[in-house]
């Protein structure tokens, strides 16, 4: 299990057109199966159930239905790295969910206006809280942080099988 941390003076990746559903085809013609939905938000209007209900619609129409643990999983890690950004970041946050052409891992990518990198601490029984990015890295193995101009973006990628 890793964290991986890097730089980047670009601010991110491109805007994609959404459908009225939030979600979307994107790519170029090699990947036309692959799915995405993509949200922002400002500060404090963001509703953890309305991302985990993004997860389980994106994931049922690339084939996973919400009763497979592999989706249950993909709505933990993203509750809990949006937990961190609304938690340790001011301002704005993103949301990139992005469902490979074969359709068998998630790349979550979120987005905060915070350089701070994530930390993970050692599990204190006695402490509330602080074992999310252990729950992220027990599903995922590792996290990529890239910080940019504007903060920084984590992803993490969700195996589907």
């Known amino acids: 299990m890793s964290v991986t941390h890097e730089s980047e003076s670009g601010t991110g990746p491109n805007?994609?057109?959404v459908a009225r559903d939030?979600?979307?085809s994107a790519?170029?013609?090699e990947q036309a199966?692959?799915?995405r939905?993509?949200?922002t938000w400002a500060e404090g209007s963001l509703?953890?159930?309305d991302a985990r209900g993004a997860v389980r619609t994106l994931l049922a129409r690339a084939g996973h239905p919400p009763g497979l643990r592999v989706n249950q999983d993909a709505q933990l890690v993203v509750s809990e790295l949006i937990t961190n950004a609304l938690r340790h970041a001011p301002g704005p946050c993103g949301m990139l969910l992005d469902v490979a052409p074969g359709r068998n891992e998630l790349h979550v990518t979120v987005s905060d206006t915070?350089?701070?990198l994530p930390v993970v601490r050692?599990?204190?029984a006695e402490r509330m809280g602080g074992r999310g990015l252990h729950l992220v890295l027990s599903i995922c193995g590792r996290l990529r942080v890239v910080r940019h101009a504007q903060g920084k973006r984590v992803t993490a990628v969700v195996p589907l099988t």
């Open 15 to 17: 805007p994609t057109a």
């Open 22 to 24: 939030g979600l979307t």
């Open 27 to 29: 790519g170029p013609p």
């Open 33 to 35: 199966d692959a799915l």
């Open 37 to 39: 939905f993509g949200a």
């Open 47 to 49: 509703r953890i159930a």
């Open 114 to 116: 915070s350089r701070r």
């Open 122 to 124: 050692a599990v204190d």
